[in-house]
């Protein structure tokens, strides 16, 4: 049977209204109280409960965080960056998987409300109704953190990484390597993924083939199917640029198992720098997303939150960063004039 504050009360030879007020710090206890009760929880090993606490204060302790799809690398990391950091606060994660369903995601937040969580963080997609969902809880005074979840006008704050710096960043490295065929695989053409490829583009003066894009298709398959069409086109890519580090590995398979040599016929750039990009064959170039900072700072802000007022949503952007390795090389028959710009790692 476990150890209650009735317990504490009765060895300490106090009130249970002394043990709470010891336990939440409101109220006064006289010294000589203070010390029996502490010594009474010490020798009959009593804990608190999360949940007794939470009557008194309104608060869990828990943080919800709603996911798309935890199958994809980059999400795991970010998701144990977010556990790691709420913990280092006191705070536990309660996490959500929608795979990417707009209604999963709703349930998941009425789920999670459900649970009494005290901040909620949100990662793509949205849906209107998402949307509307998470900016009444916000304006209620719960904090909600977009991870790149952006809206318009801003109904909470969003915590977001400069993608179309690091996909214009990973284009400009092919194109310093002599490719013009470069090939783009993504989830839609309003992303800053897709939007810093197209710029890199037509800033090198290349034209943008609809046959070279492929957006839309998402999950595992998107990367060896998308390979299969750009290897079937007359004039194959030199490179491609895939949206993410899972999409980007699967190339390199369907690459392998179609007699396509990477990087001597094909180079391949992914997005986000999982741990498997640095142990594929051959290593990844990749752009780094900051996870351990995206965790630190969601959980940060959230805490921030429930310990002042709500203040107007901001948006935090944050800097990528391109890793050179073995899969980007110069673009057949480039010449020696062609050459990278990124630091190698």
Same mark, same amino acid.
């Given at each position: 049977m476990s150890v209650t504050a009735y317990d504490v009360a009765k060895r300490a030879g106090v009130s249970v209204g002394t043990v709470s007020r010891f336990l939440t710090g409101h109220g006064y206890v006289g010294k000589d109280s203070r010390q029996r009760i502490a010594d009474a929880i010490t020798q009959l090993g009593f804990v608190p409960s999360r949940a007794a606490a939470s009557l008194r204060t309104k608060k869990t302790g828990l943080i919800g965080f709603v996911v798309s799809d935890l199958r994809n690398p980059f999400t795991a990391v970010l998701a144990t960056a977010l556990q790691e950091r709420s913990r280092e606060h006191g705070f536990g994660v309660f996490i959500a998987h929608t795979m990417g369903s707009p209604d999963r995601a709703i349930a998941a937040v009425d789920l999670l409300r459900g649970h009494g969580v005290d901040g909620l963080v949100v990662t793509p997609p949205a849906s209107p109704a998402l949307v509307e969902q998470l900016a009444e809880l916000r304006q209620s005074g719960m904090p909600v953190i977009g991870l790149g979840l952006r809206t318009d006008p801003l109904s909470f704050d969003l915590l977001t990484v400069d993608t179309r710096s690091g996909a214009r960043a990973a284009t400009d490295h092919l194109v310093g390597l002599g490719h013009e065929r470069i090939a783009f695989i993504g989830t839609s053409r309003s992303s800053g993924r897709y939007q810093g490829y197209r710029a890199a583009l037509k800033a090198a003066g290349l034209p943008l083939q609809r046959e070279r894009v492929q957006v839309g298709a998402v999950g595992p398959d998107a990367g060896w199917n998308a390979t299969t069409r750009f290897a079937a086109l007359p004039d194959r890519p030199t490179a491609i640029f895939a949206f993410d580090d899972a999409t980007a590995l699967s190339v390199l398979? !369907?690459?392998?198992?179609?007699?396509?040599?990477?990087?001597?016929?094909?180079?391949?750039?992914?997005?986000?720098?999982?741990?498997?990009? !640095? !142990?594929?064959?051959?290593?990844?170039?990749?752009?780094?997303?900051?996870?351990?900072?995206?965790g630190r700072i969601a959980v940060a802000e959230i805490v921030r939150q429930l310990t002042d007022s709500l203040a107007e949503p901001a948006v935090i952007t944050l800097p990528t960063e391109l890793v050179v390795r073995g899969s980007t090389g110069p673009a057949p028959n480039a010449g020696s004039a062609a050459k990278g710009t990124r630091r190698k790692s």
């Open positions: 398979q !369907r690459a392998h198992a179609l007699d396509w040599p990477v990087p001597k016929a094909l180079s391949v750039v992914g997005f986000d720098d999982v741990d498997l990009a !640095r !142990r594929s064959v051959p290593p990844l170039t990749t752009v780094v997303q900051p996870t351990d900072e995206l």
